[in-house]
């Protein structure tokens, strides 16, 4: 027989071999790394997998029974997948989550795994792992489970920077002629003015408008030194995004007092500092608005990959966002929904068990009433031989007034008056129904 081709390592090897016996049951009997394994084999046609938990089976095929008649010889193997790569197998085989004993997470680097599984090839588009505690803040217990994945979503297109600027975009403009809000150095304005400019096309391009940072919403009462930092801002469907270009100083600058150590004229960003700004060349470029993080994202120069060059990150990012945005959104939605069917099953249960409720306490009070009516039956039969001996006026009256009596009681008395039985139970009000829904509020899923 021909010699199969495909190579494996000595795990896959093992668990090959076991499936081909027909799985014993006494092989592998704790954990789940042989079943990931085996689905490594089913990827490449050599057992083949199903069902989960205590349905899943595994047979080989006919290019496994082959493989193992005539396997490689020694030497010829393939290294182990990487333990980031068994993760995201493990997760995926768990149906999507695992859950980790203080004592397990303490034996792995769990947290460097999920991080270098973001680049795993075996990682499902759109997902990447995430790990968070559960059981309270001083549990060491954690969960790994699939999140969203927005970056794989978006490309990061060319963004043009000009090599000339025969008309600037009015907001660029106004950057260039404010001395006061550069943040560079007079040899590199031109580059940084560039920059901005090309920010402002691709911006105008993707439909975003381009705000002057006078007239930003979101930079409205900052006093001039705050908005002439945020050299623009684009207006989005998520609200604006502030931009900021400004060269890193470099170390080593002396001190300097801002009343006293510089000449008239020198602009306002330079006598804000408390050193003596150094010129490196090096530009940072700062962005700032709805979902970035702590003091916006930073793009700097690096000796691979310039300012220019990340530009095309800048705008993905924001692509990013808006698929966050719209994500969350959805999100929000089917939990709303979902709460909003939640509350009202749960006030159809609270109805029915506040009617149940009612019709118990109506029993009870019917059985209460009737040893109390039965008590007075006797009294009502000893007052009746007792007016016998009164004169006939008396007896007459009292006789009349005892019949009353006993009217009212068969007329309270169930046994005698069965229509009082069944009760008749009104709708309750939301009050009435708060002691039957626990922590839902009888005012709506949102109160």
Known sequence: MAKNPQQLNQKQVDVLTWVGAGC?????????????????????????????????????????????????APGEVIPEDSEADRLIAEVIEAGGSIRLSASEYEARPWDKLVRLAVRSAKRPHGKQLVIE?????????????????????????????????????PVVKKYLGNKNAHYV??????????????????????????????????????????????????????????????????????????YTDYPKGTPRWIRARQTEF??????????????????????????SKTVEVKLPEVFALLDKYVLEAEWAERERQR??????????????????????HARWEHFKNLAEGSDALRGYRVFLESAQNAVAALPTEARVAATDYLEEMHS??????????????VPVVPDPTPEQLKPFLGAWSPYGAKS
């Open 185 to 258: 150095s007079a040899e590199h304005l031109t580059r940084a003015g560039h920059i901005l400019q090309a920010i402002a096309t691709e911006a105008e391009r993707r439909g975003m408008k381009v705000v002057d940072s006078d007239k930003a919403k979101k930079n409205q009462g900052q006093p001039p030194f705050k908005r002439e930092a945020k050299h623009l801002w684009l207006a989005t469907t998520l609200g604006e995004y502030s931009i900021m270009i400004k060269e890193i100083p470099g170390s080593g600058g002396a001190k300097r007092n801002y």
């Open 335 to 356: 939990k709303e929904a979902e709460r909003q069917v939640q509350w009202e099953a749960a006030m159809a249960k609270a109805k029915l068990d506040y009617a149940r």
């Open 24 to 72: 014993p049951t006494d092989v592998y009997t704790e954990g789940w790394e042989h079943r990931i394994i085996a689905r490594a084999l089913e990827r490449r046609g050599l057992v083949s997998v199903g069902g989960r938990g205590p349905t899943w089976v595994a047979t080989i095929t006919t290019a496994g029974r082959a493989w193992l008649e005539s396997p490689p």
């Open 133 to 169: 505690r559960v059981g309270g803040w001083y549990s060491n217990e954690r969960e790994i489970w699939f999140g969203e994945r927005f970056e794989d979503y978006v490309t990061a297109t060319p963004v043009p920077v000009p090599q000339r600027v025969g008309k600037y975009h």
């Open 408 to 421: 009212i009681i068969d007329e309270l008395d169930p046994i005698a008056s069965p229509s009082l039985i």
């Open 278 to 303: 150094i010129s490196t060349g090096k530009l940072e470029l700062i962005l700032d608005g709805p979902r970035t993080q702590y003091k916006g994202e930073h793009f700097r120069d690096a000796r």
